[in-house]
């Protein structure tokens, strides 16, 4: 089976400034993503997608067969992931066949290991019913038990349900966004990632599912590769 991997790192990111080159441990965020997809023996091709030829020479650092999606001014903005998946589709031709899987791996979610990009990889494989595995945490601040204001007056606050008992209430999970896993096939016909009628997940902890969107995230990033929890 043909398993490439395409990385997205962009330059622009106004909340956290040139995020995706900031060091963490030692190591550039996006090198974490890099190296964790470079172990895998599932995937045969990494494609890594930015604006910036810094961007690349920092990432090929940590894995010299990295092939360079040099992006478009157009889609250097913030744009939706697909779009830019669907241009390595149309420039990159002769890298894919009919049933290749295609796994987005982002360097904002830099604890996902390669076990885990290895786990959704084979779900997949094994699964021909199914045209989507995705990285997922369990949610456990459920809808439920969240306050909401009352649109008619804005001083009153009141819960969403009276649901209250925790084992009443079925279990959630939410995308982390450390992996997407997808066949070709769907992502043209589709133009999503995500088939929402049925999909495949696999589950990682909270702490592995920390995603940086923020200055805050980063620092609790920080935090814990300093206290070597990761290794415990």
């Avoid at 390595?88 to 295609?102: A, C, P, V």
Wanted: charged share 25%; aromatic share 8%.
């Amino acid at each position: 089976m043909n398993v490439i991997a395409i990385i997205p790192a962009r330059s622009g990111s106004k909340s956290v400034p040139n995020k995706n080159i900031r060091l963490l441990g030692n190591i550039p965020l996006l090198g974490w993503t890099v190296k964790a997809a470079s172990k895998s023996n599932l995937i045969n091709k990494l494609i890594f997608s930015s604006d910036s030829d810094e961007y690349f020479k920092i990432a090929k650092s940590f894995n010299n067969n990295l092939i360079f999606h040099k992006r478009s001014s157009e889609l250097s903005e913030d744009v939706a992931s697909e779009l830019v998946l669907l241009d390595i589709l149309e420039q990159f031709k002769e890298y894919f066949d009919d049933n290749s899987i295609i796994v987005m791996l982002q360097p904002t979610t830099p604890f996902i290991n390669t076990s885990d990009i290895d786990a959704c990889i084979t779900k997949l494989l094994k699964n021909n019913t199914f045209n989507t595995c995705i990285t997922v945490k369990q949610v456990s601040e459920f809808p439920e038990w969240m306050i909401v204001q009352d649109t008619d007056n804005n001083k009153i606050c009141k819960m969403t349900s009276k649901e209250s008992i925790r084992q009443n209430i079925q279990q959630r999970w939410i995308p982390n966004g450390g992996a997407y896993v997808v066949r070709k096939s769907f992502l043209e016909q589709n133009k999503s990632l995500i088939d929402k009628n049925a999909l495949l997940i696999h589950e990682m902890s909270k702490i592995r599912s920390l995603d940086i969107d923020e200055e805050e995230d980063f620092e609790i990033c920080k935090a814990i590769v300093n206290s070597n929890i990761l290794k415990s």
